[in-house]
């Protein structure tokens, strides 16, 4: 009996001592995954905004050298990616930076698009056409109409030079394209006071425009200025940045919704509170499960779904583990059902500041995970890599 007691007493103790130990070490793991996760973070948002201005002042002096060209128009950059989200997972990230291109006066872009059924992956061809211009020529007189001008011989080569130089039978060619930016960009830097502190490579690229900027302390920063066309106003675009299953033609695009990403991400930061652990959440789910079947781009749908079902004050940074709970039990419904949602497809929970083409609004949900209903193989890997997390 007093044996029985005496463990007793000792299965009491140990179970306190658990009982209090318990939160305090749930605390101190969630204070140290925000202490190695949260302060490269506040690091990369500012070297954000040194590359987002060093790019402006790249395309301002590219703006310079074209001036009077009938070529491109180059908008200002707008950054994309996990590095612009704010939880890029790699020690040394690529900065991606996207282009706007408009037409020159005297020409329009006109969007082929597939099928309905392949948003938002579908791929399109950008088609260059010549618009008369007769109306403002007779009323303003600073432009001639390349269309209509037949008069002037050379008022027409000079009107076709888009068409003759960076097109392929009247589509937009991206490796035409990216060419004559990278050739711009390489005497633009000239321009440029960083160009005598910095030393800049324009590295081999068909469809972008890859740098590499060193400074004196060898330290160096890896961009990419990527180029798309702009569907109406939304934050969807068709960019010259390549799919996983490759692109054979140079005048393909491929649909991308990388903006409307950045704006979701850009709202909700203003909405979450000032410690929010989100994406804290979602750069140690990325580094828990890089080289598994599960991309970073899944979990980053999952981490969107969550931010638009738990409430802004559900973030705080003391929320963490039930957040990673609450991702995890997301996560494990999804492959039970074997169906994830494309976040911005269908979805009456985006919102509305995130302006979308109607046909995305107007869309059924496209499930992700369609793979893992087809391939008995990728699902017994998915259901085994999820039970080691």
Not at 317 to 333: I, K, S, T
Not at 352 to 366: G, H, K, Q, T
Request: hydrophobic share 40%; aromatic share 8%; proline share 5%.
């Amino acid at each position: 009996d007093s044996d029985e007691a005496e463990n007793s007493t000792d299965s009491s103790s140990s179970s306190s001592e658990e009982e209090e130990e318990g939160p305090i070490n749930e605390w101190d793991l969630g204070r140290f995954l925000m202490q190695q996760m949260q302060l490269p973070v506040v690091h990369l948002a500012s070297t954000c905004k040194v590359v987002e201005t060093l790019v402006e002042n790249l395309l301002h002096a590219c703006h310079v050298i074209t001036l009077g060209t009938a070529l491109l128009h180059l908008e200002p950059c707008i950054g994309v990616g996990s590095a612009f989200e704010g939880w890029s997972p790699h020690g040394d990230p690529v900065y991606s930076l996207l282009v706007p291109l408009k037409p020159p006066t005297g020409h329009c872009f006109h969007t082929e698009l597939g099928a309905a059924g392949e948003l938002p992956a579908r791929r399109g061809h950008v088609r260059v056409e010549l618009e008369c211009m007769c109306s403002r020529q007779r009323l303003l007189g600073d432009v001639q109409c390349f269309l209509h001008h037949a008069e002037d011989e050379q008022g027409r080569d000079q009107g076709s030079y888009l068409l003759q130089y960076l097109c392929s039978h009247s589509y937009l060619d991206i490796e035409k394209t990216a060419r004559w930016l990278q050739l711009i960009v390489t005497n633009a830097w000239l321009l440029l006071p960083a160009s005598h502190r910095c030393h800049l490579i324009v590295l081999p690229s068909l469809r972008s425009c890859k740098l590499c900027l060193e400074n004196v302390s060898r330290k160096t920063l890896s961009i990419e200025i990527l180029f798309g066309v702009q569907q109406g106003d939304s934050g969807v675009f068709l960019t010259s940045k390549e799919a996983e299953a490759g692109i054979s033609s140079s005048t393909t695009w491929q649909e991308s919704c990388a903006v409307a990403e950045v704006l979701f991400f850009r709202l909700m930061a203003k909405q979450a509170p000032r410690d929010s652990c989100h994406l804290t959440c979602l750069k140690i789910f990325a580094h828990l499960l890089e080289g598994t079947g599960f991309s970073s781009d899944c979990l980053k749908t999952i981490l969107m779904h969550l931010l638009t079902v738990t409430p802004p004050s559900g973030w705080h940074r003391a929320d963490l583990l039930e957040r990673m709970e609450e991702f995890l039990q997301y996560l494990q419904h999804c492959l039970e059902e074997k169906q994830l949602h494309h976040f911005f497809l269908g979805n009456e929970r985006v919102p509305r500041e995130v302006l979308l083409p109607l046909d995305f609004r107007m869309a059924n949900p496209l499930n992700l995970f369609q793979h893992l209903q087809q391939e008995p193989e990728a699902y017994a890997q998915a259901l085994q890599e999820f039970g080691e997390l």
